[in-house]
């Protein structure tokens, strides 16, 4: 049987949609049947636009026809099955937003929104989808609300994240428009937490099982003598480039420090670093550091000597990119390496990052100034990329 809340909800839901007001120049009103040359004039006009996203559609060519078109799509509001606003701003249609895919068991829904593109960037959308989720919170009783957005819309995408609502998933492959497949960006709000309050984003796994040859891992005790062993071997190879490698001049301050940066690591600093198997043996590390307040990270990495040019840290960058896009939900991830390590800017260079340009004398090794490259990948051209290839 049904719980009270599941029940309230299910009365709520014989009620008629209500005119919101987000601000004094934006107004969310019911839809009616007289909207429709307004509307259908608004959806031709932003045709190209929209296409990306939503289904092709262009409107009948009579005005008896578009208003058939129109009840069809009144019918699930005439039906309680969606609430549906126009959006008004300044007194001008620019675009509609509305709850759809009501379920009582759990009561949830999902909201769907457009604006016009003269009408972008200037904070409508984002506002309206904020105050329909105030009502649906406070006096509908709904549960939880979805916002699914299609990956590469950075502009429907940048709604939910400015209002602080949490990516839950990407799902791969999950809609085809107008026969291009496109990943889905899920985000959910919930009533117990609206507005919501910061949360913690999702960890990153403690193994990442690359492909047969390599393994990536958090780092276990015997790391300590291996890592020590590794650099030893490589050490006028590895310290033109890396700084810390200067900061291990014997193997007891290596174990002091090594222990002590990886208590930092599991107990302090959120930064992350795993230590990279290659065919059962330790092969180096790839870590990053705590995301910025703008969704991105930096990763950095290192391979002994003996194993370069095999392909093994390509590899491993493109799993923790892969990772850090759809497991923990980041929006950026940069990588900045020597100008003249050739072998280390291979790796963004093989994997299409973008090159932003060159960081003058941004490094420091053994008291001497270098230039680094910068290199950079967003979530949506990763996920295009993969999807490509």
Known sequence: ??????????????????????????????????????????????????????????????????RKEMAKRFEEVRNHERYWWMIEFDGELVGKIDIHGMYSSNRSGSIGYWIDQDYTGKGIATLSVKTVIDWAFTVHNFNKIEIVCAIQNTTSIAVPERLGIRREAILRKEHVVNGEVQDMAIYTAFADNWPPEPTERA?????????????????????????????ESGRNYLSEYLPWIETYPNESEHERLFNRRRWEKDNFDGSFEYAIEYMGEFAGGIGFGVPNRDNGIEVGYWLRQDLQGRGIMTRCVEAIITMLFVEVGLHRVTIRAATINLPSRGIPERLGLTHEGTMRQGGLVKDEYFDLEIYSVLDHEWLDRSQNT
């Open 1 to 66: 049987m049904p719980n009270d809340s599941s029940r309230k909800f299910e009365e709520l839901r014989t009620t008629v949609t209500p005119a919101l007001t987000p601000s004094s120049s934006i107004n969310l009103r019911p839809v009616d049947l007289d909207d429709t040359e307004n509307y259908m004039e608004l959806v031709a006009k932003n045709n190209e636009f929209l296409t990306p996203w939503f289904k092709s559609f262009t409107p009948p060519s009579t005005p008896q026809d578009r």
């Open 203 to 231: 960890l990153p796994p403690k193994r990442i099982q690359v492909d047969e040859e390599i393994l990536l891992r958090t780092h276990i005790d015997e790391d300590v003598d291996a890592q020590w062993r590794a650099i």
